[in-house]
């Protein structure tokens, strides 16, 4: 058995702290130890009091001036969107026909997959995120070689093929059948392989037919340990869309829940324009929202309210969106998110920032059983942040005076600079430095 110890500044959140009082939603311990066991959590402390016990077979890691994280959970993204990030003058329907649409065509190829796959996942463990729910393109073999590449480094990740038979360039559509069969081949080949998961991903509304979006419902319901992860209410035009194509259904939620799209394992990227109704719609069916905070600012898209999600009682995890949002960075979307914060006159409490960032997300995907926060018997995926990354960090980050203060510093002058180690169940899968 290998035994290691790190010992460093030490966060986690253990719950949302907007339901839960703070002392038990945060656990910080400023001069902490993390003890990992074969890959999985053994203990999480005070270095005082946990030092003393461990036996001489630990090999002890010392971190001055690091904090140690929980891995990142990106709650929505694409990995084929890498080549559209920051492109720049377009809002949604727009951006998907100018830009999108166009950079998706080439996964046909499995060879420009790879690459795309490869880049991709670098860039999450540069950022610290361990753990995502991906949107792949409508090619099968663009979800093969996400699935084969994520388990080659033994990420947690969940993902799926896109389902489109409509309202999309030829090259960029399936049907009924082929989307079923590609998601049932795939989700026979990869779910449950290492850490991998599957995701059920029609596209939205706008490029599914209702024949489609019944398909999807009939596979989710074969498979009830797979999610469903699509985009829903980001931007009006394409609500006004959803409203034209779907003329019976009492919203753009509804056009999901007909076809048994809406449950506990349902993750809805955006929700900007979604009314209380709907959201508490959501909240009682127990799925969650992805807030893509730099994506909605990038795309124009509008100012999601996380106060009105979670007072609905919405989980809500939080997304970079790229390409759409302009950074792979979840300390970046925590900044972004409280600038949407404040542009609502809704101050983003760190603690929470960082719950979205970690626990939310790791809830949202299903998989806070296992990753998410530093809980005993977890899987050690975790991060090393420098707090002097650069001399600003370094100077602002030594006036911090409480955990809160510190994330927020972090958030807003940090990205993957300040992320120096990233570790997936105990292993070094990322050295800023090397
Ligand atoms: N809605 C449908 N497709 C997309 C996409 O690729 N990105 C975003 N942000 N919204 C979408
Ligand atoms: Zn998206």
Request: hydrophobic content about 45%; overall charge negative.
């Amino acid at each position: 058995m290998t035994r290691r110890a790190y010992r460093a500044a030490i966060a986690h959140m253990l719950d949302d702290p907007s339901r839960a009082p703070a002392e038990e939603a945060c656990a910080y311990h400023p001069d902490g130890l993390l003890l990992v066991e074969d890959g999985h959590m053994a203990a999480c402390g005070a270095w005082a009091d946990l030092a003393p016990g461990l036996g001489d077979d630990v090999e002890m890691v010392e971190l001055p001036g690091r904090l140690i994280t929980p891995g990142f959970v990106d709650a929505h993204v694409h990995y084929p969107q890498t080549d559209v990030m920051a492109a720049w003058g377009t809002r949604l329907l727009d951006w998907l026909h100018t830009y999108t649409f166009p950079a998706e065509q080439a996964f046909a190829d499995r060879a420009h997959a790879d690459a795309a796959a490869a880049f991709f996942l670098d860039q999450l463990l540069a950022n610290g995120t361990t753990s995502a729910l991906v949107f792949c393109t409508v090619h099968k073999a663009s979800a093969d070689a996400l699935f084969e590449a994520a388990l080659a480094c033994n990420m947690r990740l969940t993902a799926g093929k896109v389902l489109m038979d409509r309202g999309a360039p030829e090259g960029l559509t399936d049907t009924v059948e082929t989307g079923r069969a590609d998601t049932e081949a795939l989700i026979r080949a990869w779910r449950g392989r290492g850490r991998l998961g599957y995701a059920i991903t029609p596209r939205f509304a706008v490029t599914s037919t209702d024949a489609q979006l019944a398909m999807a419902g009939e596979v989710a319901a074969a498979h009830p340990d797979v999610l469903i992860h699509t985009h829903m209410s980001e931007n009006p035009e394409e609500i006004a869309a959803v409203g034209e194509l779907f003329p019976d259904a009492r919203d753009y939620l509804d056009v999901y829940a007909r076809h048994g799209l809406v449950g506990p394992r349902s993750v809805f990227a955006h929700c900007v324009h979604s009314d209380e109704d709907a959201l508490r719609r959501m909240a009682a069916a127990g799925a969650s929202a992805a807030f893509c905070p730099s994506s909605n600012l990038l795309l124009g898209s509008g100012l999601f309210s996380l106060k009105q999600a979670c007072g609905c009682g919405v989980n809500t995890a939080l997304g970079t969106d790229v390409g759409g949002g302009g950074s792979f960075s979840l300390l970046q979307m925590m900044a972004e998110a409280y600038k949407v914060g404040q542009l609502r006159g809704d101050n983003l409490n760190p603690l929470h920032a960082f719950y979205l960032a970690t626990l939310a997300g790791a809830r949202a995907l299903h998989i806070d059983d296992k990753v998410g926060d530093f809980a005993v018997g977890k899987e050690a995926d975790f991060v090393v942040l420098d707090l002097a990354a650069t001399p600003l960090l370094a100077r602002r980050t030594a006036q911090a005076r409480t955990l809160a203060e510190l994330l927020f510093i972090l958030s807003v002058l940090g990205d993957d600079r300040t992320v120096e180690r990233t570790y997936l169940m105990g292993r070094l899968a990322h050295a800023r430095d090397t």
